[in-house]
Each structure stands twice: as structure tokens, then as C-alpha cells.
Nanobody, 116 residues
């Protein structure tokens, strides 16, 4: 099993920034992809950004140029730097990890609210 603990959510005004962190523990030896998804009220959960063990990344079009995902493999941690936040970025953000045989793990989620 893998445990994922997120931190860094909160409330911010439009144009502001937040940094999310997610630390993995447990059976982490074969985790190859880590990333972030989000779910807004009344909407399906969607991909925000993912990062491979070697550093490859993929972003949703809606966050390209504003969000940056990074990994610190030595600390089994993934980060999401969110800049130029918009009200439509408001959602619960979930950390995600996938191991080499395709098993997926989820964090408990952290709320991000962008409002004036």
C-alpha cells in the first residue's frame, strides 16, 4: 500500500499563487508516475498534471503556462506550483500515484479556493 498526504491548499485571490505538496510513504519502491487531479463541485475529476520518475511531465491545457509540477524522488514528494490562479481553478485537488503494475493510489484531497 501507498499512503499519500497532501498539504498546501487554501484560499487565494485571483492572480495569486499556491504550492501543493504530496508526500508518499509505504510501498513506494515501484511508484513511477505521480501527479495531481482536481474535482470541482458538480464536475468529474480531471487531470491537472503528472510527472514520471525521470522527470517527464504532462499538463492539462487549462493550466499550461500557469502550473508547474515537480518531483523530489529522494523525498518521495511531488509538488504543484500554481500561479496566476483563476476562479475556475477552484476545486479539491487530489494527489495520485501509479506503480509499475498500474495500481493507482489517491490522497485525501486538499481544497483550493480562488475568489475575490
Amino acid at each position: 500500500q501507498v499512503q499519500l498526504v497532501e498539504s498546501g491548499g487554501g484560499s487565494v485571490q485571483p492572480g495569486g499563487s499556491l504550492r501543493l505538496s504530496c508526500a508518499a510513504s509505504g510501498s513506494i519502491f515501484n511508484i513511477n508516475v505521480m501527479g495531481w487531479y482536481r474535482q470541482a463541485p458538480g464536475k468529474q475529476r480531471e487531470l491537472v498534471a503528472i510527472a514520471g520518475y525521470s522527470g517527464s511531465t504532462n499538463y492539462a491545457d487549462s493550466v499550461k503556462g500557469r502550473f508547474t509540477i515537480s518531483r523530489e524522488n529522494a523525498k518521495n514528494t511531488v509538488y504543484l506550483q500554481m500561479n496566476s490562479l483563476k476562479p475556475e481553478d477552484t476545486a479539491v485537488y487530489y494527489c495520485n500515484a501509479r506503480n509499475s503494475i498500474g495500481v493507482v493510489f489517491w490522497g485525501q484531497g486538499t481544497q483550493v479556493t480562488v475568489s475575490s
